[in-house]
């Protein structure tokens, strides 16, 4: 009789280690951890210029989450969400765009896709999709966009 409850507590516990060992972040490498100091410094300087450009206080990051095997040496996303967040400054060219930026932007996520590469506004979160198997940047309609028209689309 005292077997089987053993058996299960045995089961439940076994199963419980191995939720906890999966939930667990992988462990970066050196490599990887100056990869995105780096990443996010050069990040923090097209956030500034946005920010002096449009008035607002944009705070813009990577959705490290999306980037499960992430090898800085080999990764080439950056330079795609760095100029995707630096064209911000050129939408903050006309009045209306100022506006539409300062009032309905406060953070931008650059996110790893495998679906395309596009932009969605989420509330105040722009979310900018860069996928490098499809780097054309897609829109509601047909064609090809540039970052700045996707940006006029959604705002």
């Known amino acids: 009789m005292f077997r089987?409850?053993?058996l299960c507590l045995?089961?439940?516990?076994s199963l419980a280690i191995a939720d906890e060992s999966a939930s667990k972040?992988?462990?970066?490498?050196v490599a990887q951890k100056n990869g995105w100091a780096v990443y996010d410094a050069e990040l923090k300087k097209?956030?500034?210029?946005?920010?002096?450009?449009c008035g607002s206080a944009v705070k813009s990051s990577y959705d490290r989450s999306t980037y499960p095997a992430f090898?800085?040496?080999k990764d080439r996303t950056q330079s795609a969400c760095?100029?995707?967040v630096g064209t911000l400054v050129e939408v903050c060219?006309?009045?209306d765009g100022k506006a539409a930026v300062k009032e309905a932007v406060t953070k931008t996520v650059c996110k790893l896709s495998t679906e395309g590469t596009k932009v969605s506004?989420?509330?105040s979160v722009l979310t900018i999709y860069i996928d490098p198997a499809k780097t054309s940047i897609v829109g509601k309609q047909d064609g090809s966009y540039s970052w700045k028209s996707a940006y006029e689309e959604v705002l």
């Open 25 to 29: 972040p992988a462990r970066l490498t």
């Open 4 to 6: 089987i409850p053993s």
């Open 93 to 95: 060219g006309t009045a």
């Open 71 to 73: 090898d800085p040496m």
């Open 46 to 53: 097209k956030e500034d210029a946005v920010n002096k450009a």
């Open 10 to 13: 045995c089961l439940f516990a």
């Open 121 to 123: 506004l989420d509330g």
């Open 82 to 84: 760095q100029m995707a």
